[in-house]
């Protein structure tokens, strides 16, 4: 759980970044339809979410900065007994007044009024520019006549890339969650059951733990649709014989994993299974291995390319020298990704991974980011040895970054073969 004072440090320091007489404006997320009189679950948008722990829609966060000093303003929406009946009770204002550490909270009808009376003193509008278009519409129509305007998620992305005590705590609840789900289909009798009926197994345990969501569409991809890399159709039967890759995790209290495994339909791997299995898993330990402080993502993608293709030559799937072959990107259609990404309250959590002098950022201790190598053999690919034709294997883990190494989050779940 994060606690209020959290929140408001978190808000505390963005604000010391922003310019002297400005204004900040980071709205909530909308609903969204999803068909007629229907819509979406509500998901808060991140970063509001980061700045204010808040989950309503219709809500906003405004800093008002004149010289050195910051007023904080939430606005809320209204207890209404009408919108209450059909969509449950809201905080009202009094309630949020005791909740936040704001200087002041008001209806989010009165926002504009605020707004307009604000902007005139300010030199600087900050927001979020890939704030929805009718807010973003909202905050043209009182700031023409400014002349700067700047974008809020940089700052609060880059706050955002070093995890608190309690947001490792979070991610490490939504992995043990994951963990249990991973494990459950791997005791499973899996052949002829559907994909499906894979990912409803993966997403009960998810509910059943009180995640609130997974945390993206789970993939549970068998046999030659591995290969497909964003797969979420998830309806083909499960054939005797053939692999499954199971890429999904949860969300828990609004913190993602992100997991891969890559299982047997029948618990036994062919010798070319086995082949390739070894080789990602290999690699995917070794590159765990050197994540510390100070290394680059870049530099551990860059490894794990030159791992990949040298097992890939030994398999006879490559011919050639490792390093002409990474220079002619001839492993490209094999490993296609990248070695990992940022992973927090966005499963690619939304933080740079280059500097404001387009440098690229070190890793240090409280990141956290995923490992995952992968080796994708399409089926119809009749320039690598037939044995490994729709063979697609992909291995993820969750890794933060220590003071002096690495801590794998979900060191736990099972990817030894003898174990699968
Ligand atoms: N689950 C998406 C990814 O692995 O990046
Ligand atoms: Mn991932
Ligand atoms: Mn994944």
């Known amino acids: 759980m994060i606690l209020e004072d959290e929140y408001k440090q978190r808000r505390d320091t963005l604000t010391k970044k922003l310019s002297k007489n400005s204004l900040a404006v980071i709205f909530s ?13 509500f998901r808060q948008d991140s970063h509001f979410y980061y700045l204010t722990g808040f989950k309503e829609d219709n809500s906003v966060l405004m800093f008002v900065k004149k010289g050195k000093k910051v007023k904080t303003i939430l606005f809320v929406y209204k207890k209404d007994k009408q919108e ?65 305007y700047k974008n809020i998620a940089k700052d609060i992305s880059l706050m ?30 899996k052949v002829g059951k559907n994909e499906q009926e894979i990912q409803a197994e993966l997403e ?4 059943k733990n009180l995640a609130y969501s997974d945390a993206y569409t789970s993939i549970v991809a068998s046999g030659n649709s591995a290969n497909t890399l964003h797969y979420i159709s998830n309806n083909q039967q499960l054939k005797d014989g053939d692999l499954i890759l199971i890429d999904a995790g949860c969300e828990f209290e609004y913190y993602a994993s992100d997991i891969t495994r890559t299982i047997s339909v029948n618990t036994h791997f062919t ?23 100070n290394v680059l993502r870049s530099d551990l993608h860059k490894k794990s390319e030159e791992l990949l293709v040298d097992g890939m030559v030994k398999l006879g799937i490559l011919k050639g020298k490792t390093k002409k072959l990474i220079k002619k990107q001839k492993h490209k259609v094999y490993y296609p990704h990248g070695i990992g990404h940022w992973m927090g309250l966005d499963v690619h959590d939304d933080c740079p991974y280059k500097d404001k002098k387009d440098k690229e950022i070190a890793l240090q201790k409280g990141m956290v980011l995923t490992i995952e190598p992968a080796l994708y053999f399409d089926k119809d690919d009749k320039s690598i040895p037939k044995k490994y034709r729709g063979i697609g294997i992909r291995i993820e883990d969750d890794i933060l970054v220590t003071e002096d190494g690495f801590e794998n989050l979900s060191i736990d779940i099972i990817k030894e073969l003898d174990r699968l």
Request: hydrophobic share 35%; charged share 35%; glycine share 2%.
């Open 271 to 293: 010798s070319a299974q086995k082949d390739i299995y070894n080789l990602v898993l290999e690699v995917e330990k070794e590159i765990i291995s050197m994540v510390k402080p």
């Open 84 to 148: 209450e009946l059909w969509n449950g009770k809201r905080l009202g204002v009094k309630k949020a007044k005791e909740r936040f550490l704001v200087d002041e909270v008001y209806l989010v009808n009165e926002f504009e009024i605020k707004l307009k009376k604000y902007l005139k003193d300010t030199h600087t509008l900050y927001y979020d520019f890939k704030t929805d278009g009718k807010n973003i519409q909202t905050l043209m129509q009182y700031s023409k006549d400014l002349y700067s």
């Open 204 to 207: 009960y345990v998810f509910k």
């Open 160 to 189: 955002r890339l070093i995890k608190s005590d309690a947001e490792i705590k979070l991610i490490k609840k939504a992995v043990s969650i994951t963990k249990e789900a991973h494990h459950r289909v791997m005791k499973m009798d």
């Open 29 to 41: 997320a909308s609903y969204k339809t999803r068909s007629n009189d229907t819509q979406y679950p």
